[in-house]
């Protein structure tokens, strides 16, 4: 497997120089590239995953740490093209896209930029869109995987709101609309839909192997149990270093009703991992009692977020009297969108001027518009489906509170983006973004009479409101991206350091290779 | 008795009529009501969280102020007379301790009739209301000086302020109410270079003000760290020698919270083996004890004292901002004086008494963001989520006392009109 780029020369050479953004002078210095197998990147599917991958690899590139990028991307329904893969380097211009050809015996592809957009694959719309900034970082390479995994979207659609690019069409006011927007899609079964994703996840392994080989990298880097196979096959066959990077497990995403299936996967393909990262030390303490990993291997590193832009519009001056409470996640069990109206019910009772939005979609839309009803809040409740871009922002800087009520969240990373809009949080104590903001609310995600209190309180009294504007947005700007890939950097290095006293079979090989 | 130390002007103990040379040991005990998490939503909860309010007394007493006035009762004994020291005990920690340890009182008492200790004023429910409201500074300083002369049968002559506030204002505020000085902490700008072991004659009403000397203050408060190596490093002859020579100077002010000893500290610390020697050691260094009258009959004031703004002690800050900083903690502040002739309009009674205990500065230090005062909240918002619900509770008790008092108000005017309009 070849691919040429313009800066390919940078796969061997070192970028120590590389500033990050936040002024820190720490530089990264990681001697050959890092294999990055990942999946959904927000335009295609939103989640904390791909808002997380999206921020470091960002902050790692602008660290000189070169990645190469496995990423899955989803097959058109009329995609004449079988699986296969495409090498997209985002330095930019087409004639740096050479195409590679695998596996012989299946289909290849072998797609210039040209070529996918006169399919109408749209390369470059999804990837100019969703990597709009990061094209201009010379260390990110990303090679395609047409598989459509799309494993959290378990019916119909899917995503937390995430820094989603600018996507299709919206309703102008989505956020503040008065009606809800029904946008549930027909959906094979539940055991279809299920079978469906194994095989994708099988289809991901298979050619991420392939891409893989032939490729220098230092350690490959897996993010979540779809790519967690993948991650420790090449390992095993390279001799590199594996690291998981665990964004959520199936024990907290599914609150507790585990596919088993899946937590094996889990559960052996961690168990292979040099190194583990988890997103919090709740996730960690997870790690540790569900899956019974070592926890000498398991690093926690938060995720961050990157400010919102100081340029952008202010949010206009039209005095309104109604208070906004936002909810924006997906509406499965794991986000406790129930709570969320169970506690608006409350609120209600003693607070009549507040509408709650319920941003995103999920299994538990329905369900979730029923509960209104039966309620007898639906008059309050707006359901504007899955936002994107600016429907996200404007959603944000509309919302008086956000509230993030998740039963179980490794992590919960849209409360930051809040927080980096001065938005005041909300946040369940069962989400790890708990443990690390002083200047959230906090509540138990049952205990709906404390949570209504605290949104009553946000919505009665401005000072409280002010201190959590001005605190949390303050707090919110020590996690950033940049840090995050700092402490990676670290994990990649103590492995390499490692690696450099001799370890397993590969040991042999390189010893051989470096005597030549 | 030796004058070891040579500086100590050697009459000062005997005739008790010296210049100067006085040593100030004045200890303030106050504990709070502790609040509840009170809900705006199913108000089921009290607005005070009597379990928490009990654990907190109880512990206070029996780990601090038994075990403090056991040994300041004993040394007093000892030493006939030559132990002499002042103490402020709060309205609301009086109104506690009589309710869940009412034996504690009878340890005052035994201080207070020893002929030996000098009882101070100071504001019942420890407030900020001379930030907001004179007239509820007044009353609340005028009902302690009730409540202990019933209890003690000793009327106070001088006055320490919550948290040793001080301002020219307030020490005139303070004359006006019949005491003949005030205590402070030393505020270094004010004293622009001049010692803290003088006193000082406060703005233009010229009140005495006896300073804390804030170094040797915090030696015990804040460094002694307790163990073998703290209780060397404190205990006679080292610091009786200091605090003799210190006090060469006119007066030297140790003021301390009864919770220095054996709450801050762990009991086995050695913080009761230094208290019960250093009463001992100071005498025989030839230094004087004073109660804090004495002490201002005995100095002439040095020069004059001019606090524009309230000071607090040094180790806040020196300012109000750890009270009054924060947006949430105006607010707070704000809205409780904001209701203040309305509760006064209802009359006596426990809705009247649930505001004026709400003024205690203790509620609005939980609301703060600074970590020095995240850490002396923490018995009281162990049960609470910090600063901001620390500030939820107070608002949402206070909305429901407001509530509650505009309702007893209608009541009454449905009451009084027909009696009105006859």
């Given at each position: 497997?070849?691919?040429?780029?313009?800066?390919?020369?940078?796969?061997?050479?070192?970028?120590?120089?590389?500033?990050?953004?936040?002024?820190?002078?720490?530089?990264?210095?990681?001697?050959?590239?890092?294999?990055?197998?990942?999946?959904?990147?927000?335009?295609?599917?939103?989640?904390?995953?791909?808002?997380?991958?999206?921020?470091?690899?960002?902050?790692?590139?602008?660290?000189?740490?070169?990645?190469?990028?496995?990423?899955?991307?989803?097959?058109?329904a009329d995609d004449s093209v079988p699986d296969g893969v495409d090498t997209v380097s985002l330095a930019g211009k087409p004639d740096s896209i050479v195409g590679a050809t695998y596996g012989a015996e299946r289909s290849r592809v072998a797609d210039s930029w040209d070529a996918a957009a006169a399919r109408g694959q749209s390369i470059g719309e999804h990837d100019a869109s969703v990597f709009g900034d990061l094209t201009s970082h010379p260390h990110l390479e990303f090679i395609r995987i047409n598989v459509g995994l799309q494993p959290y979207q378990r019916s119909g659609e899917s995503g937390d709101g995430g820094v989603a690019a600018s996507g299709g069409a919206s309703s102008q006011d989505a956020a503040?609309?008065?009606?809800?927007?029904?946008?549930?899609?027909?959906?094979?079964?539940?055991?279809?839909?299920?079978?469906?994703?194994?095989?994708?996840?099988?289809?991901?392994?298979?050619?991420?192997?392939?891409?893989?080989?032939?490729?220098?990298?230092?350690?490959?880097?897996?993010?979540?149990?779809?790519?967690?196979?993948?991650?420790?096959?090449?390992?095993?066959?390279?001799?590199?270093?594996?690291?998981?990077?665990?964004?959520?497990?199936?024990?907290?995403?599914?609150?507790?009703?585990?596919?088993?299936?899946?937590?094996?996967?889990?559960?052996?393909?961690?168990?292979?991992?040099?190194?583990?990262?988890?997103?919090?030390?709740?996730?960690?303490?997870?790690?540790?009692?569900?899956?019974?990993?070592?926890?000498?291997?398991?690093?926690?590193?938060?995720?961050?977020?990157?400010?919102?832009?100081?340029?952008?519009?202010?949010?206009?001056?039209?005095?309104?009297?109604?208070?906004?409470?936002?909810?924006?996640?997906?509406?499965?069990?794991?986000?406790?969108?129930?709570?969320?109206?169970?506690?608006?019910?409350?609120?209600?009772?003693?607070?009549?001027?507040?509408?709650?939005?319920?941003?995103?979609?999920?299994?538990?839309?329905?369900?979730?518009?029923?509960?209104?009803?039966?309620?007898?809040?639906?008059?309050?409740?707006?359901?504007?489906?899955?936002?994107?871009?600016?429907?996200?922002?404007?959603?944000?800087?509309?919302?008086?509170?956000?509230?993030?009520?998740?039963?179980?969240?490794?992590?919960?990373?849209?409360?930051?983006?809040?927080?980096?809009?001065?938005?005041?949080?909300?946040?369940?104590?069962?989400?790890?973004?708990?443990?690390?903001?002083?200047?959230?609310?906090?509540?138990?995600?049952?205990?709906?009479?404390?949570?209504?209190?605290?949104?009553?309180?946000?919505?009665?009294?401005?000072?409280?409101?002010?201190?959590?504007?001005?605190?949390?947005?303050?707090?919110?700007?020590?996690?950033?991206?940049?840090?995050?890939?700092?402490?990676?950097?670290?994990?990649?290095?103590?492995?390499?350091?490692?690696?450099?006293?001799?370890?397993?079979?590969?040991?042999?090989?390189?010893?051989?290779?470096?005597?030549? | 008795?030796?004058?070891?130390?040579?500086?100590?002007?050697?009459?000062?103990?005997?005739?008790?009529?010296?210049?100067?040379?006085?040593?100030?040991?004045?200890?303030?005990?106050?504990?709070?009501?502790?609040?509840?998490?009170?809900?705006?939503?199913?108000?089921?909860?009290?607005?005070?969280?009597?379990?928490?309010?009990?654990?907190?007394?109880?512990?206070?007493?029996?780990?601090?102020?038994?075990?403090?006035?056991?040994?300041?009762?004993?040394?007093?004994?000892?030493?006939?007379?030559?132990?002499?020291?002042?103490?402020?005990?709060?309205?609301?920690?009086?109104?506690?301790?009589?309710?869940?340890?009412?034996?504690?009182?009878?340890?005052?008492?035994?201080?207070?009739?020893?002929?030996?200790?000098?009882?101070?004023?100071?504001?019942?429910?420890?407030?900020?209301?001379?930030?907001?409201?004179?007239?509820?500074?007044?009353?609340?300083?005028?009902?302690?000086?009730?409540?202990?002369?019933?209890?003690?049968?000793?009327?106070?002559?001088?006055?320490?302020?919550?948290?040793?506030?001080?301002?020219?204002?307030?020490?005139?505020?303070?004359?006006?109410?019949?005491?003949?000085?005030?205590?402070?902490?030393?505020?270094?700008?004010?004293?622009?270079?001049?010692?803290?072991?003088?006193?000082?004659?406060?703005?233009?009403?010229?009140?005495?003000?006896?300073?804390?000397?804030?170094?040797?203050?915090?030696?015990?408060?804040?460094?002694?760290?307790?163990?073998?190596?703290?209780?060397?490093?404190?205990?006679?002859?080292?610091?009786?020698?200091?605090?003799?020579?210190?006090?060469?100077?006119?007066?030297?002010?140790?003021?301390?919270?009864?919770?220095?000893?054996?709450?801050?500290?762990?009991?086995?610390?050695?913080?009761?083996?230094?208290?019960?020697?250093?009463?001992?050691?100071?005498?025989?260094?030839?230094?004087?004890?004073?109660?804090?009258?004495?002490?201002?009959?005995?100095?002439?004031?040095?020069?004059?004292?001019?606090?524009?703004?309230?000071?607090?002690?040094?180790?806040?800050?020196?300012?109000?901002?750890?009270?009054?900083?924060?947006?949430?903690?105006?607010?707070?502040?704000?809205?409780?004086?904001?209701?203040?002739?309305?509760?006064?309009?209802?009359?006596?009674?426990?809705?009247?008494?649930?505001?004026?205990?709400?003024?205690?500065?203790?509620?609005?230090?939980?609301?703060?963001?600074?970590?020095?005062?995240?850490?002396?909240?923490?018995?009281?918002?162990?049960?609470?989520?910090?600063?901001?619900?620390?500030?939820?509770?107070?608002?949402?008790?206070?909305?429901?006392?407001?509530?509650?008092?505009?309702?007893?108000?209608?009541?009454?005017?449905?009451?009084?009109?027909?009696?009105?309009?006859?």
């Amino acid at each position: 497997m070849k691919s040429v780029r313009p800066s390919s020369n940078s796969k061997k050479t070192n970028s120590p120089t590389a500033l990050l953004r936040e002024g820190s002078d720490v530089t990264a210095t990681i001697s050959g590239r890092i294999l990055m197998l990942g999946w959904a990147f927000p335009a295609y599917l939103s989640g904390g995953v791909g808002t997380a991958c999206q921020g470091l690899c960002r902050a790692l590139s602008q660290m000189g740490v070169g990645i190469d990028f496995i990423m899955s991307a989803p097959g058109d329904a009329d995609d004449s093209v079988p699986d296969g893969v495409d090498t997209v380097s985002l330095a930019g211009k087409p004639d740096s896209i050479v195409g590679a050809t695998y596996g012989a015996e299946r289909s290849r592809v072998a797609d210039s930029w040209d070529a996918a957009a006169a399919r109408g694959q749209s390369i470059g719309e999804h990837d100019a869109s969703v990597f709009g900034d990061l094209t201009s970082h010379p260390h990110l390479e990303f090679i395609r995987i047409n598989v459509g995994l799309q494993p959290y979207q378990r019916s119909g659609e899917s995503g937390d709101g995430g820094v989603a690019a600018s996507g299709g069409a919206s309703s102008q006011d989505a956020a503040v609309g008065q009606h809800a927007e029904r946008h549930v899609e027909p959906e094979p079964s539940a055991e279809e839909g299920r079978e469906s994703l194994f095989a994708e996840v099988d289809c991901y392994t298979h050619q991420a192997i392939q891409a893989a080989a032939g490729r220098e990298f230092a350690c490959v880097h897996a993010h979540d149990w779809m790519t967690f196979q993948a991650g420790a096959a090449i390992a095993e066959t390279s001799g590199k270093p594996f690291i998981a990077h665990v964004h959520s497990t199936e024990y907290e995403r599914t609150a507790r009703q585990v596919d088993q299936r899946i937590f094996e996967i889990e559960k052996q393909s961690l168990a292979k991992a040099d190194a583990i990262i988890a997103v919090s030390h709740m996730a960690k303490d997870v790690l540790i009692r569900r899956y019974g990993l070592d926890e000498s291997k398991i690093n926690v590193i938060y995720n961050g977020v990157d400010r919102a832009q100081a340029n952008r519009p202010k949010p206009s001056n039209i005095v309104r009297d109604e208070k906004i409470v936002l909810f924006m996640g997906r509406m499965t069990l794991q986000k406790g969108p129930e709570y969320f109206l169970a506690a608006a019910r409350k609120v209600l009772e003693v607070f009549g001027n507040v509408r709650f939005i319920m941003a995103g979609s999920g299994e538990l839309l329905e369900q979730t518009m029923r509960l209104a009803d039966q309620l007898g809040i639906s008059d309050r409740v707006i359901f504007p489906g899955f936002l994107r871009g600016d429907e996200v922002e404007r959603a944000f800087r509309s919302a008086d509170l956000y509230v993030m009520p998740s039963v179980s969240d490794p992590f919960g990373i849209a409360a930051l983006e809040a927080a980096s809009f001065d938005v005041p949080v909300l946040v369940s104590r069962q989400s790890g973004v708990s443990e690390v903001m002083r200047h959230m609310l906090k509540t138990d995600f049952w205990d709906i009479d404390d949570m209504a209190d605290k949104i009553v309180a946000v919505l009665r009294h401005p000072p409280l409101q002010a201190a959590l504007r001005k605190h949390g947005g303050f707090e919110v700007q020590n996690l950033n991206w940049g840090i995050a890939a700092q402490a990676v950097v670290g994990v990649y290095q103590a492995l390499l350091n490692r690696q450099s006293v001799p370890k397993r079979a590969s040991v042999d090989h390189e010893q051989a290779g470096q005597s030549v | 008795m030796s004058d070891t130390h040579g500086v100590e002007p050697d009459s000062a103990h005997k005739s008790g009529t010296a210049m100067n040379g006085s040593i100030v040991l004045a200890l303030h005990a106050h504990v709070p009501r502790v609040l509840g998490r009170y809900r705006s939503i199913d108000q089921q909860a009290h607005y005070f969280d009597a379990y928490r309010t009990r654990e907190l007394c109880t512990r206070y007493v029996q780990e601090c102020i038994l075990p403090t006035n056991r040994i300041l009762v004993s040394a007093i004994r000892k030493l006939e007379g030559r132990f002499r020291l002042s103490i402020s005990i709060s309205g609301i920690a009086l109104d506690l301790i009589e309710q869940y340890v009412p034996e504690a009182i009878g340890s005052f008492a035994d201080l207070i009739q020893s002929g030996s200790v000098e009882l101070l004023g100071t504001p019942y429910h420890q407030g900020l209301g001379f930030a907001y409201s004179l007239q509820a500074f007044g009353a609340d300083v005028a009902r302690h000086r009730d409540r202990v002369v019933e209890l003690f049968g000793q009327s106070p002559n001088v006055f320490r302020n919550t948290e040793l506030i001080c301002s020219e204002q307030l020490a005139s505020t303070v004359g006006h109410l019949g005491f003949n000085g005030i205590l402070c902490d030393a505020p270094q700008e004010a004293l622009a270079g001049r010692s803290c072991h003088r006193v000082y004659a406060c703005g233009p009403s010229e009140t005495p003000v006896l300073m804390r000397d804030p170094e040797t203050s915090a030696q015990i408060s804040e460094s002694f760290t307790g163990g073998v190596d703290g209780l060397e490093a404190l205990v006679a002859p080292n610091f009786a020698d200091r605090l003799v020579g210190l006090s060469a100077e006119g007066v030297v002010g140790l003021f301390l919270d009864y919770e220095v000893f054996g709450k801050r500290f762990v009991t086995d610390g050695g913080i009761f083996e230094f208290l019960r020697y250093l009463p001992e050691k100071v005498v025989e260094k030839g230094g004087a004890f004073r109660t804090v009258s004495e002490a201002l009959a005995d100095n002439e004031a040095a020069g004059e004292l001019h606090l524009g703004r309230h000071v607090s002690p040094s180790e806040w800050g020196g300012t109000l901002s750890p009270w009054l900083g924060g947006s949430m903690q105006s607010h707070a502040a704000h809205q409780l004086y904001a209701i203040e002739s309305v509760a006064n309009a209802l009359g006596e009674g426990p809705l009247l008494d649930t505001w004026r205990t709400l003024q205690g500065a203790e509620y609005l230090l939980a609301m703060s963001m600074l970590d020095r005062a995240a850490d002396h909240s923490k018995q009281l918002t162990s049960h609470l989520d910090g600063p901001y619900h620390a500030y939820i509770v107070f608002m949402n008790i206070l909305d429901d006392l407001t509530r509650q008092i505009e309702a007893g108000l209608r009541t009454q005017g449905a009451v009084r009109d027909p009696v009105a309009t006859d």
